[in-house]
């Protein structure tokens, strides 16, 4: 690892006004970092002022993920338990319930220590690893992977190719917000782990479909 100095080119559109800045990186760094051939990511810190250049990889461990799909469940669970207090049916919320439980919620009344216990955990991790919890939801809750594709981070990457626009040039908190506002999340998260881990030539319709249960019975 070492430190070099880099200057920024600028450059200018048909009308002469600064569109862009260009950098020059020497091909033996490209080689020694083994960047050729692979999806590269520009990430843009405005608050620590950096921006970092990297090949695409896959971020995410079995451990944050069953950690996430925990603190969730804890956030769902305690939302429940504040709606059954200010809610006669929580099976079907009347107008009146849901305005007042909002009015609760939004006040401060009442709090979800759980749900901002995950909103703190999930800030305090990079975007990529955001980004990567987000598009494998969407694999978990679409049932959408290239079973053909070797499990683990080949196949993640090959959705990644089809389906970034969901998260490329988006803000962290917006990606964050993607994921708060998912109450299954942990059965999306959970699907997409199976599905990116099934042996190779998996026919995908043959895996577990999506159990709500769990959610008929929080509710009851």
């Not at 109450?183 to 030539?201: D, K, M, Q, W």
Request: contains cysteine.
């Amino acid at each position: 690892m070492k430190i070099e100095s880099i200057r920024l080119s600028p450059k200018r559109g048909g009308n002469g006004y600064l569109s862009s800045y260009s950098i020059s990186i020497g091909r033996k760094e490209i080689e020694a970092c083994q960047l050729i051939d692979k999806r590269i990511i520009k990430c843009v810190d405005e608050e620590n002022q950096k921006i970092t250049i990297s090949a695409k990889q896959y971020c995410l461990t079995p451990d944050l993920i069953q950690t996430i799909c925990q603190m969730k469940r804890a956030s769902t669970k305690e939302h429940q338990l504040i709606t059954n207090k200010y809610c006669a049916d929580p099976h079907c919320i009347s107008m009146a319930d849901g305005a007042a439980l909002w009015n609760t919620l939004h006040s401060g009344k009442e709090v979800n220590l759980s749900e901002q216990s995950l909103m703190t955990f999930l800030s305090k991790l990079p975007i990529e690893t955001i980004a990567d919890l987000v598009l494998l939801m969407y694999m978990g809750r679409e049932f959408d992977a290239d079973m053909n594709q070797e499990p683990g981070e080949k196949r993640f990457l090959e959705f990644y190719d089809r389906y970034n626009d969901m998260v490329l040039g988006r803000e962290k908190d917006e990606l964050i917000q993607i994921l708060m506002e998912k109450t299954p999340l942990p059965i999306y998260l959970e699907s997409g782990v199976r599905i990116l881990n099934a042996p190779r030539g998996t026919c995908i319709n043959d895996l577990p479909c999506l159990d709500w249960s769990e959610f008929r019975d929080n509710q009851s």
